[in-house]
């Protein structure tokens, strides 16, 4: 078990570019999770993958965000067009079934459009 | 609208006294609530929780109240140790709903003076 791993832990981009984010989870954990923070905010939910089915977005995912988890396993979130408003943290959790209560987040990417 | 409500952005506290921080929720349908401890640039780790059907869990130095009359949560440290500095995070959920995504509160940052 060597936790939940995100990459990169850095990106900075020039503003207009796409970024892609990469999320593995813990291997037997079949819920996923993106959240997203902001300085001097807690993290906030952006969306919630069961296996390889998106079931939740929330109203923060734009049109110019999309995540997906092919196959339930790692999971790709991508920022096209991006803006200076999308610099934050992104982070991923995932966690086991529906008696599982702990989520399990990842260290995060860390997103600086300039 | 924030659901889960921080008031206090930063505890300084003596070590080896207690460190007392408070958590307020507004929305009726959350039954389960978590404290994450977070370092810079790291994701949020678990560190205890508890049900709606309770009013107090422990975890060796680590005590979390509920009063749900009042919608209040309070995490207790004793003693505070100087590794305890960092941003706390409160979370709820509806673990009956279908995604049991975390809400979060803004944070408080617990700095613990040797």
């Known amino acids: 078990d060597t936790g939940v791993s995100q990459d990169p832990r850095h990106k900075i981009t020039k503003r207009g570019q796409n970024v892609t984010f990469r999320c593995d989870p813990i291997?037997?954990?079949?819920?996923l999770y993106w959240y997203r923070q902001t300085l001097g905010q807690g993290p906030e939910f952006l969306t919630y993958?069961?296996?390889?089915?998106?079931?939740?977005k929330s109203r923060l995912l734009s049109d110019r965000f999309s995540a997906e988890r092919p196959k339930g396993s790692f999971s790709t979130l991508e920022i096209q067009r991006t803006e200076q408003g999308d610099s934050a943290m992104y982070l991923c959790?995932?966690?086991?079934?529906?008696?599982?209560?702990?989520?399990?987040f990842g260290s995060g990417t860390r997103l600086t459009v300039v | 609208d924030q659901q889960v409500k921080q008031n206090s952005p930063s505890l300084s506290v003596q070590e080896g006294r207690i460190s007392i921080l408070n958590c307020d929720y507004t929305?009726?349908?959350?039954?389960?609530f978590l404290w994450y401890k977070k370092y810079p640039a790291e994701g949020p780790t678990f560190l205890i929780s508890?049900?709606?059907?309770?009013d107090k869990n422990e975890d060796g130095r680590f005590t979390v109240f509920l009063n749900k009359s009042a919608k209040h949560l309070s995490l207790h440290i004793v003693p505070s140790q100087p590794g305890d500095s960092a941003v706390y995070f409160c979370?709820?959920?509806?673990?009956?709903?279908?995604?049991?995504?975390?809400?979060f509160g803004t944070g408080t940052l617990l700095a613990v003076q040797p």
């Open positions: 959790a995932s966690r086991s079934g529906e008696h599982s209560y702990g989520y399990t």
């Open positions: 291997s037997e954990h079949n819920r």
């Open positions: 993958f069961q296996n390889e089915a998106q079931l939740e």
């Open positions: 929305n009726s349908m959350f039954d389960y």
């Open positions: 508890i049900s709606s059907i309770k």
């Open positions: 979370a709820a959920m509806n673990y009956g709903g279908a995604t049991n995504k975390l809400i």
